[in-house]
């Protein structure tokens, strides 16, 4: 049996429709027909950039999902066709080595953690599989929206990972680079977290609106000069605490580590390889001596992470669903969404594709 999905065809190069076989379940795996999904901005990574990469070619796109398992394979002893449950976008080997060693987003190599839609066939499909399924993914809980709960997918455990490699205390002043999705979330989290001053930079007017309904303090225009200059200006020259690397390129480590106190904290979330290679003042590091923190993370995934993430919207700490600014249907959806996060316009935040609804 034959199913279509919307993915990379040429890796670097083209994208379009793919036909393939429908996949069979193994041990402990569930075969899911989307229900909601949304594309993200990594998709378009995925398929033009990251280096070259023919493993890449003929590959199902998309990661973010609410899915219906259709068929379970065997082990599988919880869960019931059916169900709908939210996936996210990291769906680690629980059994590797790298789970023991406290990376399980490094299950089975570098960045494994992460297959769906990267090394196996993603969401953007008639159907896909979903390993582990009953480690890997959450049931909804009453009075959560199928659209919030598909932002837990990634975009709530990305942007509030953020935030725990920046190590956000009480009272931190923080600035979050960018406030698309991620950035937003990451805004989100640090005001859960108790953060005191949080400068956002981004220039997108609506994402800029809505960091200032999730909290931020204030908003600078990287567009309008350097964001180190800006953000010392409205602080009176003192350094922040923490802070989020959520947008930009790899030009902004650099410059996050400029705007950080010493011992301060930055998170980063952007895989960065534009430009591939750095140019560093080492003053702008402190010389690598001010006992600054630099943690770099893939987004958190895992069962528990998930029901955790979908409490927070449950009892009302966060409503993701604001981000959702565009609507696509089935999977003509998919292709029109991706090409929406290849040119994000001043309106778009995120796209929704209702599938199987
Ligand atoms: P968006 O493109 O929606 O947002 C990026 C933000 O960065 C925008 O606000 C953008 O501004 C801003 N920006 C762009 N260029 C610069 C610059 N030179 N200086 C400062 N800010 C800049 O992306 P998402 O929110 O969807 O994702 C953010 C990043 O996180 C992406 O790189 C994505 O691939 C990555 N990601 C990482 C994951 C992980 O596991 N680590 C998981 C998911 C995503 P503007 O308003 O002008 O658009
Ligand atoms: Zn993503």
Redesign the pocket.
Known sequence: MKMKGFGTIVHGESVGFIEKDIPEPGEFEALMEPVVIAP???DV?IAFEQGHNDARNHRILGHESVGRIVKLGAGCKEYKVGDIVVVP??TPNWRTLEVQDGAYQHSGGLCQG?RIGTSQDGVMAEYYLVNDVEMNTAKIPEGVSLESALMVS??MT?GF?GVELAGVEFGDNVVV????????MAIVAAKLRGAARIIA????SR??ELAKQYGASDVVN??DGD?YEQIMYLTGGKKVDRTVI????T??LPIAYKLTRPAGGIGD???ADTPPRLNIDTADFCRFVAHHRLA????PGGRRRAERLLGLIQYGRVDPSLMLTHKCYGLDGCKDSFEMMRN?TDEL??PIVYMNV
Request: aromatic share 2%.
């Open positions: 993200c901005t990594s990574h976008c990291t992460m990634d975009m990305t990972h680079i960018g406030t698309g999705p991620v950035g937003l930079v981004g220039s997108r994402c800029v990287y567009k964001i959520a947008g930009g390129g030009e902004q979330l952007v895989a770099g993370g893939l987004c994000k935040i995120k």
